[in-house]
T-cell receptor, first 113, second 110 residues
Framework: GDSVTQMEGPVTLSEEAFLTINCTYTATGYPSLFWYVQYPGEGLQLLLKATKADDKGSNKGFEATYRKETTSFHLEKGSVQVSDSAVYFCALGSSGSARQLTFGSGTQLTVLP | SQTIHQWPATLVQPVGSPLSLECTVEGTSNPNLYWYRQAAGRGLQLLFYSVGIGQISSEVPQNLSASRPQDRQFILSSKKLLLSDSGFYLC?????????FGQGTRLTVV
């Protein structure tokens, strides 16, 4: 079945540092890939997505590229801010399945001033 | 626009008491609906999903049940809560693989 493997946290960075959170997946067919963000005490919000190979999703300075050859969708940001502190979830969506979304285990990011 | 309402935001319940968490969606019809649980320091665990009224699929055996009495209403229930039921419960709906989440319910069983 579908699965998502996500870099384990927690990750602690200083403000303006470069961020990478690794995500790899296993799926049949051609899934869509997502990154969700969860701020403390809140539900999840979609951060960015990519629906086909080589697509790059981007939002709020974050980027991730759908790499079919390496089955990866790594999240990157060139300069993190304290306000980026949150839990980040990689997810996979398979249109052929009613379950639709499979989530990674989440990565806690803390950015220090 | 579509919105999702989930309540209550926080809940403290004694062991052995019943539970009912409600989730409603506005602005869409026949959505796929989901209940997730997020235990402290852990990722998301899919508990139930529903593709239509009265259609419930359970992902893991547990002390909880779900019902969908109306197209845009999804209810999570338990007859007798356990300490291990504590966690953060999230309702979500999806269309074309993209999920939209409620604000969550923090349940503490004491």
């Amino acid at each position: 079945g579908d699965s998502v493997t996500q870099m384990e946290g927690p990750v602690t960075l200083s403000e303006e540092a470069f961020l990478t959170i690794n995500c790899t997946y296993t799926a049949t067919g051609y899934p869509s890939l997502f990154w969700y963000v969860q701020y403390p005490g809140e539900g999840l919000q979609l951060l960015l997505k990519a629906t086909k190979a080589d697509d790059k999703g981007s939002n709020k300075g974050f980027e991730a590229t759908y790499r079919k050859e390496t089955t990866s969708f790594h999240l990157e940001k060139g300069s993190v801010q304290v306000s980026d502190s949150a839990v980040y979830f990689c997810a996979l969506g398979s249109s052929g399945s009613a379950r639709q979304l499979t989530f990674g285990s989440g990565t806690q990011l803390t950015v220090l001033p | 626009s579509q919105t999702i309402h989930q309540w209550p935001a926080t809940l403290v319940q004694p062991v052995g008491s019943p539970l009912s968490l409600e989730c409603t969606v506005e602005g869409t019809s026949n959505p796929n609906l989901y209940w997730y649980r997020q235990a402290a320091g852990r990722g998301l665990q899919l508990l139930f999903y529903s593709v239509g009224i009265g259609q419930i699929s359970s992902e893991v055996p547990q002390n909880l049940s779900a019902s969908r009495p109306q197209d845009r209403q999804f209810i999570l229930s338990s007859k007798k809560l356990l300490l291990s039921d504590s966690g953060f419960y999230l309702c979500a709906w999806s269309v074309q693989n993209e999920a939209f989440f409620g604000q969550g319910t923090r349940l503490t069983v004491v």
